[in-house]
């Protein structure tokens, strides 16, 4: 990475010939995290000399980019998760993981910030910031700390991706219903090869923003049909058995990871020093429509929701405009997700070669990686628990568990309090019980899913069979 110039005296407030910078807690940078004349947190602004003018996002963009990163088809499952945790349970959970969903976005922003004024650089990735703080246990540990995360930013990414596939063509099969949903996974293939190769944060701001007009029509479209259709609350259950809370929290991880597209997106942000109230508005809004729609949902359809809302819609015309239009959306959507396992996989593949040769690798893993979500897709066509399967695995590391630690190890050394260590403690092992049960009980829904599928064609199978033997004695 690229070093700042030194301004004013030359002096980094976090080099070792300075006087020592106490920073006990993450409120402590929330105070100062606005003040763009403090030194420890350091002139973000004038870190712009560095970064290419042309590629730094507006707060604007920056609102796209965080809002379009997590209203996809996270929300539309929302419904089918609170069918697992119960009317009063789901809401409530939901609003507790928003919480601390967001917290850990600051703690890894935080880390980031610290390390960067520290090392006197200007930025640094999830995998970088990983990378530093395990930096002084030798090459071997820091690699493994820098390669764990990006194994884990890249799985999130691409399931994201594996997921969006399942979804457009899930809801185009319905729409149209000429083939099934394999089929159209195959179809959708085509153009998401050809805009994959979209590469600039600033124009896949103008797809966020056109997405984001698509998802806001779907999205009051749903809500139009939901809140004329409410049943009475009280018929539903408050709360369901705890062995089916593992597949809520899947879904619910699922549709709040957005830590992965947090740094790439603060580190090309115009003025960062605004970078979180950008954030905590933006995700405020997330955790509104998503409790909305998980609550209402439920309350309109009852046990017969499906993995997404939108497939419980009728076939009325505005609402096939409504399906369209939000499959639209999500296809849009892709791309945003596809761009940070790219940033991640090409680099190491262009280090050392020529023009062309950087232009062929480049096209080689993006093709290759299209084509293998394409196929994973096609290969576990369960939409529900797909989604609950990338939300309770690498999505729960990557919000919940990999955060609070590297923060705690970060500041280690800045005599941060008990009480820090407690929460953040608390909040990665929740992390890790949750990633467990609800990876050990989506696999199990998984082979149920694909018993129930095989079961079905086997009575297919019968019923055509019948069928047949009935008619030719006609012949």
């Not at 399967?389 to 919940?400: K, W």
């Not at 280690?412 to 467990?436: P, Q, R, Y």
Request: charged letters at 15%; aromatic letters at 14%.
């Amino acid at each position: 990475m690229d070093k700042n110039c030194a301004e004013g005296s030359g002096k980094n407030d976090f080099s070792s010939k300075s006087p020592k910078k106490t920073y006990k807690t993450d409120s402590y940078f929330e105070a100062q995290r606005n003040d763009a004349s403090d030194d420890r947190l350091g002139d973000t602004t004038s870190n712009i000399t560095s970064r290419k003018e042309s590629e730094l996002l507006e707060k604007w963009q920056v609102a796209m980019h965080i809002l379009k990163g997590n209203i996809g088809t996270g929300i539309l499952g929302l419904p089918s998760a609170i069918k697992h945790s119960g009317v009063l349970v789901g809401p409530t959970v939901l609003a507790i993981i928003a919480v601390i969903s967001v917290h850990c976005m600051h703690l890894i922003v935080l880390c980031s910030r610290y390390l960067s004024q520290k090392n006197n650089v200007e930025n640094y990735d999830y995998g970088e910031v990983a990378e530093e703080i395990f930096s002084e246990y030798g090459e071997k540990p820091k690699y493994i700390a820098r390669l764990t995360i990006d194994i884990f930013l890249v799985l999130t990414q691409l399931g994201f991706c594996c997921v969006y596939f399942l979804f457009v063509a899930e809801n185009l099969a319905q729409v149209f219903g000429m083939y099934e949903v394999r089929i159209w996974i195959l179809i959708v293939l085509a153009p998401v090869l050809l805009l994959s190769f979209i590469r600039k944060l600033n124009f896949i701001a103008y797809l966020s923003t056109f997405a984001n007009v698509l998802c806001f029509f779907g999205l009051v479209g749903t809500f139009q049909y939901l809140l004329f259709n409410l049943q009475n609350p009280a018929i539903y259950p408050a709360s369901k058995p705890i062995r089916e809370f593992p597949l809520f929290f899947g879904t619910a991880l699922f549709a709040f990871e957005g830590i992965g597209v947090v740094l790439p997106i603060e580190n090309k942000m115009r003025k960062q020093e605004d970078f979180f109230w950008v954030l905590d508005t933006s995700m405020a809004t997330v955790a509104i429509l998503y409790i909305a729609m998980g609550f209402f949902g439920y309350v309109a359809f009852g046990e017969e929701i499906l993995a997404s809302v939108t497939l419980n819609l009728p076939k009325l015309p505005f609402y096939v405009i409504v399906k369209l239009s939000y499959t639209l959306a999500i296809f849009l959507t892709y791309f945003i997700q596809f761009y940070v396992p790219m940033e991640i996989l090409i680099p190491p593949l262009q280090r050392g070669a020529g023009k062309n040769c950087k232009l062929a690798s480049d096209a080689f893993m993006r093709i290759s990686m299209v084509t293998v979500t394409c196929a994973l897709a096609i290969s576990i066509p369960q939409l529900d628990n797909f989604i609950s399967l990338i939300g309770a695995t690498v999505a729960a590391a990557l919000a919940l568990i990999f955060p609070p630690i590297l923060y705690i190890k970060c500041f280690w050394n800045e005599d941060i309090g008990k009480f820090e260590i407690i929460k953040n403690l608390t909040i990665s092992l929740l992390g890790f019980i949750g990633a467990v049960t609800g990876t050990y009980i989506t696999c199990e829904a998984i082979v149920e899913g694909f018993k129930k599928s095989e079961q079905l064609n086997e009575n297919k199978g019968e019923f055509f069979s019948i069928v047949l033997n009935s008619t030719l004695p006609w012949f």
